[in-house]
C-alpha cells in the first residue's frame, strides 16, 4: 500500500478522468474487459469522467446513456459524426470537448457505483459555483473510495473558479470540512497553477493533479505532444509544494512514466495515448 499524504493506492499507476468511463469502461472497452485485456483492477485506482451535480447533455447527444446499450448503438455511436465533434485524432494527439457531458451524480451513485467494487475508484467532480463541489462531496460521503478529483480546470466549460484566489480558498477549505474522504485538486496550465496548489496545500487539499487537457481552439489537446508541457508543470510544482502530485499527460510507455517519477511526480495517469490501444495501460500497471 503506498500511502500520498492520505490517498492510499495499490499502485502508483492510475487512470486519467475519462480514460475509463464512469469507472467501469467505456462501452468500446467492455469487449477487452471481458477478454481481460483490460484490467481495471489493476490500477492503483480509476479516476471517473467528471460528474456533476445534475445530469448534463455538454456538447454531445447520446440517446444511449441511460439505456441498456447494444452491439448496434455502440456501433452507431462510434460511426456518429456527433462523436467526431467530442473527441478526434489530431497529429500529437487528441482533442475532446465533452463540456461534462455525464449522468449526474445521483444516476452515478446509485446506478453505476454500486457494480465497481473490484476498481479503486477516485470520483473527479466538477461545479460552477463553490456550493456545487460541496453538494457533489457531501453526496459521496458515505461511499468507500480512495479519494476525490476536484476538477478545476476542464477546457470544455466555462468556469472562473480557477482565476478567482478568494473563492478557491473558500472552496477548497469547504470541501476539506465537508469531506469525509481525501482531495485532490486538478489543474491546467491555463491558471496560475503554483499559486493555486499553494492555496490548496494551505486549504488542506492532499494532493494535486497535473495536468487537464490544454485549451485550443476546438477543445482540449491531449496526447503526446503535451508531455514535454506536463513534465515542466510536474517538475515547478515539485520545487513549490510537498503535496503528492499525480502528473499526467501524454504518457504512453513504462519510460513516460518514469520520466513523470524522475521530475518528481509520485504517481503517474495514463490518459489519451491509450485510445487506440485500450489494453496498453493494463500492461503497464501490471508491470510497474
Ligand atoms: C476523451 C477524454 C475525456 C476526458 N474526460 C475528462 C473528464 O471528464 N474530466 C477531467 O478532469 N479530465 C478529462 N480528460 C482529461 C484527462 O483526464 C487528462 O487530464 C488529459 O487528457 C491529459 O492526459 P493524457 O494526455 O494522458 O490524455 C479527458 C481526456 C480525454 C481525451
Redesign the pocket.
Known amino acids: 500500500m503506498i500511502n500520498l499524504n492520505g490517498v492510499k493506492v495499490n499502485n502508483r499507476i492510475l487512470l486519467?478522468?475519462?480514460?475509463g468511463g464512469y469507472g467501469e469502461g467505456w462501452p468500446h472497452q467492455r469487449p477487452f474487459i471481458k477478454l481481460g485485456l483490460i484490467d481495471l483492477s489493476a490500477f492503483g485506482a480509476v479516476?471517473t469522467?467528471?460528474l456533476t451535480p445534475e445530469s448534463r447533455q455538454g456538447n454531445y447527444i447520446d440517446p444511449f446513456e441511460f439505456e441498456n446499450a447494444t452491439f448496434v448503438s455502440h456501433l452507431c455511436r462510434i460511426l456518429s459524426e456527433e462523436r467526431k465533434r467530442v473527441?478526434r485524432k489530431v497529429p500529437g494527439?487528441?482533442i475532446?470537448n465533452?463540456g461534462?457531458w455525464n449522468v449526474g451524480i445521483n444516476y452515478w451513485i446509485e446506478k453505476i457505483y454500486p457494480k465497481l467494487k473490484d476498481v479503486a475508484i477516485i470520483p473527479?467532480i466538477?461545479g460552477f459555483v463553490v456550493d456545487d463541489y460541496v453538494n457533489l462531496i457531501q453526496k459521496l460521503n458515505p461511499l468507500k473510495i480512495i479519494g476525490i478529483?476536484i476538477?478545476i480546470?476542464?477546457p470544455n466549460v466555462e468556469h472562473s473558479l480557477a482565476n478567482n484566489f478568494k473563492e478557491l480558498a473558500r472552496l477548497f477549505s469547504l470541501c476539506r470540512e465537508s469531506s469525509a474522504h481525501p482531495l485532490i485538486v486538478?489543474i491546467g496550465i491555463d491558471s496560475d497553477y503554483l499559486k493555486i496548489a499553494e492555496i490548496a496545500e494551505g486549504c488542506g487539499i492532499n494532493a494535486i493533479s497535473a495536468?487537464?487537457?490544454i485549451p485550443i481552439l476546438g477543445g482540449?489537446y491531449?496526447?503526446q505532444a503535451?508531455k514535454p508541457i506536463?513534465l515542466k508543470v510536474v517538475a515547478d510544482l515539485r520545487k513549490i509544494t510537498r503535496l503528492p502530485i499525480i502528473g499526467?499527460?501524454?504518457?504512453a510507455s513504462l519510460r513516460d512514466c518514469q520520466e513523470f517519477f524522475e521530475v518528481g511526480a509520485d504517481a503517474v495517469?495514463?490518459?489519451?495515448?491509450f485510445?487506440l490501444k485500450p489494453w496498453e495501460p493494463t500492461r503497464i500497471a501490471k508491470k510497474y
Do not use: D
Open positions: 486519467a478522468a475519462g480514460a479516476i469522467r467528471t473527441l494527439g487528441w475532446n465533452m461534462w473527479n466538477g478529483e476538477n480546470s476542464c486538478k495536468i487537464n487537457s482540449g491531449s496526447g503535451i506536463a499526467g499527460g501524454g504518457i495517469t495514463l490518459g489519451s495515448g485510445l
